[in-house]
C-alpha cells in the first residue's frame, strides 16, 4: 500500500471510529431528536458566479504583478515551467543569495514544480465552479490556492529567485524577436501552445490555442489565437499566418505587428476546427486577404 493510500485510510477509520463514539454518546445522553434534512442551496448553473469570476482575474493580476507567474495561471504551470525566460542568460545580481547550491554568476534555480500544478488545477477547477453558478464553491477554492500561492511565492524569494518585472521583462523580450523565417531552430508544439501573443507596444493579443498544418505540405501555416475568457471559457480564435510572427529566442513570448483592433475584426474560426471537409483552401484564402492588409509591417511570407 503506498504512502498516500495508507494515510487515508487511516484518516478514514479515524473519522468512522470518531462519528460512532459520538453517535453512542449522544443516544446513552437524550433520546433521539428529529434533524430536518439539510436545505439544498438552489444555484442556477445557467447563470455564472460574477462576484468569484471577478476574483479569479483579479488573482490572475496579483500574479502578475508579483512577478513570479508570467502570462497568467491558464498559459503556464509558474516559475519551473512555461519558458517565461526567468534568470534566463543573466547571472546573480551582486549580494543576491545562491540558491540550491547554485555555483557563482549562475542564475538561481528553483525545482519544486508542484506547487505550480496545484495552483494551475485550483485556479481551473475555480473556474468551472463560478461557470455554474458556484459562488461560495469558487471562493472556498480560490482561498486554498491563495495560500498555496502565498507559501510558493515566499519559498521563490527566499531562494533567491529574482521576480521579473513583467511588462519590462516583455518590452525587452519584444525588441530581441525574430521573424519565424529567420529562426535557425525547429519548433516543438509544446513550446508554442499556450504561449502569449503580444505586438510592438506590448499590448496583448492573447495566447497560442492550436496550430493548424498545410494538408499539401504538412508544415505550419496558421497559429490560431485564443482571446478574452478565462481558461478556454467566453474566448473567440483568431486564425494568423504563421509566418507573420516574430519571436523571442527562448519562445517565451510571440510578436504580431498589429493591433487590437485589428484582431478584434480578423476572421475567427471554432474551437475544435479551422475549416470544414474540403474547405480548407477557402478558409485560407480569405485569412491570408485580411492580414495582408492588417499587418503594420510584414514579417514574413
Known sequence: MNRFSLISSVATCICLGLGASAAVAQTAATPAAKVPPPVAQKVDASKPAAACLKDVRAFEEE??????????PGRGYGYPMGGYGYGYDRPIAAGSPPAGGSPAGLPPVYQNVRP?????????SANILAQNGQQQPCENVLTTTRTIYKTYAAELHGSGMMAADGPGWEQQQIKSALPVTDQKTAFRSDQLLDTDVSN??????????????????????YLVIGRGGVFGFDETFVPVPWGDFKTTPNVGLLVLDTT????????????????????????????????????TNKTGG
Open 200 to 221: 510592438a507596444k506590448n499590448e496583448s493579443l492573447g495566447s497560442v490555442h492550436d496550430l493548424v498544418m498545410d494538408p499539401k505540405t504538412g508544415k505550419i501555416a
Open 260 to 295: 487590437k483592433s485589428a484582431m478584434d475584426a480578423a476572421p475567427t474560426v471554432t474551437r475544435e476546427k479551422f475549416s470544414g471537409p474540403g474547405q480548407f483552401d477557402q478558409e485560407s484564402q480569405k485569412v491570408d486577404a485580411y492580414w495582408k492588409t492588417a499587418l
Open 116 to 124: 505550480g500544478y496545484e495552483i494551475h488545477i485550483l485556479l481551473a
Open 63 to 72: 500574479m502578475y504583478k508579483d512577478g513570479y507567474w508570467l502570462g497568467g
